[in-house]
Each structure stands twice: as structure tokens, then as C-alpha cells.
């Protein structure tokens, strides 16, 4: 995936599209990912999506009649399949998780069931509560979206749903997927809120990139996102927050929090919910926690649902994208990998006496965080004191000095003005 | 969703370029020989200080090992437990003060037979071993890997552990020790083994069946580390050791610990890659070489002459991905390249970790799994992944016809050269290339299992991880009696136990 950071700001930064890019079109911003791309590497991904999907699922399906079938695929549908859950229709696709043969009807009832399997056995949610979905228009919370209401209704669940949205104020950014999640909100009769950076922040994205560059927004963009949904949730009254986090999601965390030595993270992250942990922060669960990522592209596409954007790759963190690559080879050699990680990751224990660090409020907000000031105030107060870098470095000791509103010293200012990025 | 939500930014550091010709930070004297990280360089005297040094404050540190006691030293030849063996050494020849004060012993396990090794090449290697470890003056057992077929049953019981030692018997003991003629220790001359056990041809063939089963490498090389345990620990046993010093080093634990992770072996990491391992009751298994890098053990074995021996493994020619253990090793390696920190790092996310669930040692024997001996990790609780599996297996197959937990066959990568085992599972339930367990290899291959009537009992006996070795093997009859008949005890006495069951008043812990 694309881990590449652009040298310079007006180079579009999708690796797939460089060979596509004239250098004289207009930059977009392209989705979620926050990558600034011109328009024709926007069409492009849109057609290499699919392209990618049929390789990528080749082996699982086995449909003749696809135009992007490629050769190979012959192999797989020498003679029709019978189903094995029940041996009565046709096969279309080898399920990533068992390893299953499924009609399209038993594969679609199967997925829906785990998540409801999940939901009833973790105690995700009481009847009578109002549940926001964190729906981004990609295809984690289109399927939540979608299985959610459904099993809502299947189920009796008694729950108030609602799509809830975040607009980080750049100009193209959100069109499609935007887009992709109003239409959603039709199809699915439920309703949405959209909460925008500027009503929260009083910056929008583009105005933050005019500031700090490309090669940090990305560090702006995931801390103000994660508080947005709070805050958004907050205002609609909402109990509960519903994320699209898949198991791939949570093996790679896993992975990556053993590679950093970061045990308290460790700990914490295959929880499938989080308590309430503080004021101004509205309890999380990941109802799609054992749910495979390509079975929830798998799910997608045979229900022809409506998803525009891809998650965002682009994390600044390279140890991510190790865990990823990591995770992805570990699948192949045994595909049950992602869950046999998670099942590690739950079955860990930490030592006593191992220092876990305070996890405190931030003395502004409220916010929880492990420092004075949370790591969105201080990248707000850095943006409104023209001092970019303040919330991008580690600044910690500067933090007293924030937040009893004194002025920084010549020498600090100098420091944290420089963009060179 | 977007990762970026936590502040990842820190750690990484880049592999600098070591500047040269500079001093020894010890001594600030000599000038340095080696560079063991960024900034640490170190003369030749020096370094070979603070590699005997640590070798010393880490059984120091841990108190485990008592004076006089016996301990047994696995050695493979590799550069590693060559090392450790030469650390022993020295340490026994240290004066008073310093010295080590426990009664060593080596043994090799020869698995040459395992990985098809003319008889010729395993006679070689034996040879040069036993010309190192005769210099070295201590007892040695030289253990073909086929004696594993013909074990007790008792290996796989835990033994009631040798009673608790509080803390403050370490110090009497070594008063004692000191006080006592501490020359005691050679006479652990006089019943050095020389003679190596002949094999029989026809034992290597069932040991390379046993292997063969296992279909995919990634269960081959699980199954061969449970086999060679085993050995060691009923080495010891029979010869009288009370503990068993393994020679994994700094890197091997922090590759272990992510292929542990991998694997599905969260609850058993402690056990897995910890200085102590007391899974066996009786025989403890230490590490006394997790503290050094394989960089600073390759320096010091080159410097001070310590002898290794090649020892061809099974899968050198395989590729990175061919199975999980060595496609961590690899991913560990290239990531070490770039970042000097990895190792360390993944190292001491292992310092913080303890065994889950219970206790290690006062869990019920019944609790245990079969192969690796640690606490069963499969309690079916809620909204667990264990769970979730179950699951999704019992959802994608017709009811009727499928038990609870039928396998999936692995989309398996680097197709196992075994031609006996090739899979060729055509199902007539499932219709599909995905039928459950077909008997493989077999003409008429059909669902019949009736052949293999243990698969699903077994599995109840197992850990998470190991019933994911057993799925990967194509029969179980192979397996040696002594685990078979072990696995049917249990099960006679856990359907004892439910026959009785209404008559028990208390789970009584008379079980076992
Ligand atoms: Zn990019
Ligand atoms: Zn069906
Ligand atoms: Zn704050
Ligand atoms: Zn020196
Ligand atoms: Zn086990």
C-alpha cells in the first residue's frame, strides 16, 4: 500500500497513479485518505478498485461469467460447486475464514449471523438506547451500516440508530464519500449528522494545510477525527458509537503494539468495547471485530452496496504499514492467522507491578489523555498561535505554560514557526 | 477507519552508520573491537567482561539455579548454545567468588533423521559434537530424535514440582555450598556416555512419517519443536537433571514471541519465551541466553574461538513464506535491519508479559494440553475469537452432517513435497475442493472419518494453537503411543468423571 509521503506539496501522492500524473492537472484531495491526486488518478482508482478486486478474490470466486475474470480462474470453476451449508445451490464463493464453499444467500446469512453472534455474546448494546453509527462512506461502515439496521429489525434489538459523520472541511474531499453517505442514509432510512471541523474546531482542513503542509495533516486529521466523533455524538445525544474496525484491523494493532513494546495498548486494544472512560467520551464497540476484511468486501459487493472510499493507508506511523504487510504474508501461509492473533491478544496477561501509564483528562477539554493538555489542544493551540509544530513534536513541558496562557519564549517561538516541511 | 487516532511517532529509529576507530567506552584505553549498539564500543578485554558478566548476573539475578544442582544443557551446535556451553565453562573455572556452582551436563538431540539425512552426514555431525563437548570434560548424551517413539507416557504428565524453595534456601544453600568441598564437581567425570544408540532404519521411516503428516511446514515445525521438548525433558528426567538450560538467545525470543503471537499462542508467551518455563512440574526449563543479541554472540564465539557445528535444519531451502516460523524470523530480520531497536523492543514487551489464566503449576492435569503442556487456553467464553471460530465453522456447513468443529483445509502456499500426503481431498458431501477431513491420499477418498475416530476427541485435550497443528496433519494414527495412549486416559477419566458426576459434591481435585 501506499506508504509513500509526496517531496513536495504539488505532487500527486497515490503511488498506483504516478505513472498517470501529467504534473500540469489540478490536485484533488482524494477521500478519506486525506493524498492529494488529480483527477484522472481519481478516475483511474476508481477503476482500478474494481481491477484490484478480482485479483484479489480471485480464488473465492467463482463466477464464469465475469468480465475481469482473469485466466487463472478457470481453475476454479472446472465443475459447479455445490454449496456446503446447503448443499443445494450453487457455490459462488470460497469463504477467506473456513475456507467454505457458500452460496451467495448462505454466505450473506452466515456473516450476518457472526455479527449477531458477537453483539448478543459481548452485550454490545441494551434495548432502548440511541447508537451512532461512525459512518465514513468506506466499506467497513457501509457494512455496518447495513447490518446494523438489519439486524435491529431481525432482532428486535430495540435500538435507535443513526449514521453519524465527520466533515474535515476540504474542498473535494468529501464529495464522493459524502455523497456515498447520504445516499446511504436514504437506503437505509436512517438519519445522519455531519459534524464538520469547522463548527468543532473553527479550522477546516484545508485551512490546517495551508499552515502546517502535506506531510503533517495527516497527524491533524486522525486526532481531530477520533475527539469529532465524541463531540458529534454528544450533541445527538447518543449512547453508544459503533465502529467499522474489522479483525484485520485489530490482528494489526495487535502486531504493531508488540513491535513498539507498547503494553498498556497491548492490553487495551482487543477489547471489543470501551467503557465510558471519562467526560466528553461516549463509549465505542466494534461489532464487526471477527469479521474479516475481504469477507466485508466479499459482503459488499454481492449486496451491491454503495461505497466509495477506501480506508485511509496513508497513517504517518511506518510501523503500521510493516504490521500490515506482516499480517497480509501471515494470512497467506494460514489463513486463519488474523483470528489466531487475536485470540493471542486476548489471552495475554501483563505482569504485576508493570507500570501502566495514568490515563488522565486533559485540563482543557476533558478529553482523555495521558498529558495536561490533550493531543487535539494542543495541536488547536499551536494552529492558533501560528505555531504549527507545537502539537506535531513531543512538547510536553510546554504544556503549563499553554495552559496558564503564557507567552512562549522568543527561542520556543522560532522553534515551532519553522514549516519545513 | 483511520489509524492514525493514536500519536504513533516515536521509536523508530534508523540504523546509523558506526563511526570508526574510536575508543572503548569501558576502559577509554584500548581501542574498541566491537560495536554492539550505536555508541557502545568495546576493546576486546572488555567485551568478553561483560559477555561473561552477564551470563553470571542473570542466573544471579533469577536465583533459580541451586548449588549442586544438576542441570542439563541443551546444546544444538549453533552458535547460540555453543555459546552458552562455552559461558558454563568459563564459568565453572572462575575462582571461588565468581564461580558457578551447579553440576552441568550436555545433551544433543540428532533430528537428522527427522529433516532425511543420509546416515553418513548424522554419524559426521555426532562425531564433531562429541569431540566438543569431550574437551569440555562434562557427562553428554547424544539423543536420536527417533527415541521420542519410544517414550512413557510420563512425559506427557506433569510431576508434582520439587518442593518450594523460599528465597532465603538460595543463600543457605550456597553457604552451605561453599562450605562444603566444593571440588565435589568433577567427579561428574566418571559417568561421561560415550557411546551413541544405533538407530533403526525403520525407526527413521515412522519418524519421517510422523512429520510427513503434518501438511503444512508451519504444523511440521510446531510438531517437531513438541516432539524434541518432550526428549529433552525425559533426558533429563531419566538422568537424574533437575533443570534444562535452552540456548535461545535475545533474537530467537523475540522471533518466538511474535511467531507465539502468530500462532495463537498469547496465553502460553510467558512459558514460551521466559527466563523460567515450569510447564513440566519437575524439569524447569531456562534461558540464560535471552539477554544477548545473536550480533554479540556471533562477535564473541568469532573473537574467542567458541566452536559451533552446522547443522543443516529441514527448511533451509525453503522461502520466507513457506511457514509462519519462518516468515517471522524473516519479517524480524529486515525489520531489525532498519530499525536496530526492533529486537530489544519485542524483547522487553516479553519482560512484561505472565502466563494467563491460572497459575502455571496448580493447574488440574486435565487442564493441560496434550502437546505443549501449558494451561488450556479454550474455555469457551463469550464474545471470544476462540468463539467466533467455533461459529463460523458450525455456520458454513450444513447441520446434520458436520460435527461441531470441522476443519478447513489450508490454502497451502508451498505445497508439502511429501508425494505420500499430497492433498487430494475430493468430497462427496461438500462437493468441492474444500471438503472437511477427507482422508487423504486415500483411492476412494470419501467424509468417511470412521478411521479416524480420535481427531475430534483429541482436540478437546488441546491448546488453541495445538489444535491448529492437529488440523494441519492428515492422520493422527502416526503419532507416537505414548501421546495416543496418554490422550485416551484422559478421555477415559473425563467420561468417568461425567458418569459420576451427579455423586461428586465438589469439583474434587482428586482428578488426575
Ligand atoms: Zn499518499
Ligand atoms: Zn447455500
Ligand atoms: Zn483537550
Ligand atoms: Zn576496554
Ligand atoms: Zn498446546
Known sequence: ?421 | MCQVDEDYHDGLERAEVPSVSKKCVKCKEASAAVVIRAGDTYCRGCFKEYFIHKFRAMLGKNRIIFPGEKVLLAVSGGPSSSSMLSQVQEGLSQNAHKKLRFLPGIVYIDEGGAVGQSVEERQRTVAELQAVFKATGFPFHMVPLEQVLDLPSSVVVTAPAASEQPASAYKAAVDHFIQSDSSSCSTAQDHEQTSVPEVQESHTQLLQQLIGSAQTLTARQDLLNTLRHHLLVHTARTEGYSKLMLGDNCTRVAVKLLTSISLGRGAQLAQDTGFADSRYGDIILVRPMRDYSAKEIAYYNHMFSVPSVFIPGGDTKTTDKASIQRLTESFVTKLQADFPSTVSTIYRTSEKLQTACRNSSTADQADRCLLCMCALDTAVENASAFQATLTSEQLSQNKPSGATGTENPRQNPAPVEQESTAPSGQCCSSGGEDCGRTERGGGGGCCSSAKEPERTDLKSLLCYSCQLTIKDMSSLERLPQYILSEAQRRQRRSQMREEISEFLLDDGDEGS
Not at chain 1, 454528544?234 to 513498539?260: P, S
Not at chain 1, 507498547?262 to 492490553?267: E, K, N, P, T
Not at chain 1, 497467506?332 to 490515563?359: A, C, F, T, Y
Open chain 1, 1 to 421: 500500500m501506499c506508504t509513500f509521503q509526496p517531496p513536495t506539496a504539488r505532487l500527486c501522492c497515490r503511488r498506483v497513479s504516478h505513472a498517470l500524473f501529467s504534473g500540469e492537472e489540478e490536485l484533488t484531495v482524494h477521500d478519506e485518505t486525506t493524498c492529494y491526486l488529480t483527477q484522472s488518478c481519481k478516475t483511474y482508482l476508481v477503476y482500478v478498485r474494481k481491477v484490484i478486486f478480482y485479483q484479489y478474490f480471485s480464488s473465492c470466486i467463482s463466477s464464469p461469467h465475469s468480465q475481469f475474470r482473469p485466466r487463472f480462474i478457470g481453475n476454479f470453476v472446472k465443475m459447479p460447486v455445490l454449496c456446503s451449508s446447503c448443499t443445494e445451490k450453487r457455490a459462488v464463493l470460497k469463504r477467506p475464514k473456513t475456507g467454505h464453499s457458500l452460496c451467495k444467500g448462505c454466505f450473506f446469512w452466515a456473516f450476518e449471523e457472526e455479527v449477531h453472534q458477537t453483539i448478543v455474546a459481548a452485550k454490545l448494546f441494551k434495548p432502548g438506547e440511541i447508537v451512532g453509527i461512525a459512518a465514513s462512506g468506506g466499506k467497513d461502515s457501509t457494512v455496518l451500516a447495513h447490518v446494523m439496521k438489519l439486524l435491529n429489525e431481525r432482532y428486535n434489538y430495540g435500538l435507535e440508530l443513526m449514521l453519524l459523520s465527520v466533515d474535515e472541511g476540504i474542498t473535494g474531499y468529501r464529495d464522493d464519500s459524502l455523497e456515498t453517505v447520504k445516499r446511504n442514509q436514504q437506503q437505509y432510512e436512517l438519519p445522519l449528522k455531519i459534524v464538520s471541523y469547522e463548527e468543532l474546531y473553527g479550522w477546516t482542513m484545508d485551512a490546517i494545510v495551508k499552515q502546517v503542509g502535506l506531510k503533517n495533516n495527516c497527524t491533524f486529521c486522525g486526532v481531530f477525527r477520533r475527539q469529532a466523533l465524541d463531540r458529534g455524538a454528544i450533541m445527538l445525544k447518543v449512547d453508544k458509537i459503533c465502529t467499522g474496525h474489522n479483525a484485520d484491523d485489530v490482528a494489526e494493532t495487535v502486531l504493531m503494539n508488540v513491535l513498539r513494546g507498547d503494553i498498556a495498548r497491548l492490553r487495551r486494544c482487543t477489547a471489543i468495547s470501551t467503557a465510558s472512560e471519562g467526560e466528553g467520551v461516549v463509549p465505542r464497540c466494534k461489532p464487526l471485530k471477527y469479521a474479516y476484511e475481504k469477507e466485508i468486501v466479499l459482503y459488499a459487493y454481492f449486496k451491491k452496496l454503495d461505497y466509495f472510499s477506501t480506508e485511509c493507508i496513508y497513517s504517518p506511523n511506518a510501523y503500521r504499514g510493516y504490521a500490515r504487510t506482516f499480517l497480509k504474508d501471515l494470512e497467506s501461509v494460514r489463513p486463519s492467522s488474523i483470528i489466531d492473533i487475536i485470540h493471542s491478544g486476548e489471552n495475554l496477561s501483563v505482569r504485576e507491578g508493570v507500570k501502566m501509564p495514568v490515563q488522565g483528562t486533559c485540563n482543557r477539554c476533558g478529553y482523555i489523555s495521558s498529558q495536561a493538555l490533550c493531543k487535539s489542544c494542543v495541536l488547536l493551540e499551536g494552529l492558533n498561535r501560528g505555531l504549527p509544530k507545537l502539537g506535531i513534536g513531543k512538547h510536553h513541558r510546554l504544556h503549563d505554560k499553554i495552559l496558564s496562557q503564557q507567552p512562549l519564549t522568543e527561542k520556543e517561538e522560532r522553534k515551532l514557526k519553522s514549516v519545513d516541511f
